[in-house]
């Protein structure tokens, strides 16, 4: 009976210690911003109602979702390579939003979807495009630094 025990705590302990190494491995496949993404859920436009924004990194895909007068736009890029990353650019958009561009070495893609889920773009790209709080921009950027270092 105790051998019995034993055994079964073995493999429960096993099976634990797998899960938890798989999830870390998970964890450090790509940079670990969507808490900065999911600050962003609208953006001003100049004179206009604010469009609503969400946007979504899972592994090697990418999100892009907008609601603008019930017109919806949607882009996702798929096969993302995160061991051919190359750079994030940035650009101010307003006094408190951030544009960034992630560019690889090798190409992803990119497929967009309108309001009635026809496709409207089915093409290869090198970078996805995601907005961030102007006032995360410096722990956005540790983040991804961070990322890298882990990564060599």
Same mark, same amino acid.
Request: proline content about 2%; hydrophobic content about 35%; aromatic content about 18%.
């Given at each position: 009976m105790n051998k019995a025990i034993t055994i079964c705590l073995f493999f429960v302990i096993a099976i634990t210690l797998t899960s938890l190494t798989k999830n870390h491995e998970q964890l450090d496949e790509f940079p670990p911003i969507q808490k900065f993404l999911d600050k962003i859920k609208q953006q001003? &436009? #100049? /004179?206009?109602?604010?469009?609503? $924004?969400?946007?979504? &990194? #899972? /592994?090697?895909?990418?999100?892009? $979702?907008?609601?603008?007068?019930?017109?919806?736009?949607?882009?996702?890029?798929?096969?993302?390579?995160?061991?051919?990353?190359?750079r994030v650019r940035e650009e101010t958009m307003t006094d408190n939003i951030i544009k960034c561009e992630f560019y690889f070495y090798r190409n992803m893609q990119l497929s967009s979807y309108n309001n009635s889920n026809e496709k409207t773009l089915d093409e290869k790209t090198n970078y996805f495009t995601c907005y961030?709080?102007?006032?995360?921009?410096?722990?956005?950027?540790?983040?991804?630094?961070?990322?890298?270092?882990?990564?060599?």
């Open positions: 001003e &436009l #100049e /004179g206009e109602d604010p469009m609503k $924004i969400s946007q979504k &990194l #899972e /592994g090697n895909t990418f999100t892009y $979702i907008t609601d603008w007068y019930d017109i919806v736009s949607k882009d996702f890029y798929e096969n993302i390579d995160w061991n051919q990353f190359s961030i709080l102007e006032s995360d921009w410096e722990a956005f950027i540790k983040v991804i630094e961070d990322w890298e270092e882990a990564q060599d």
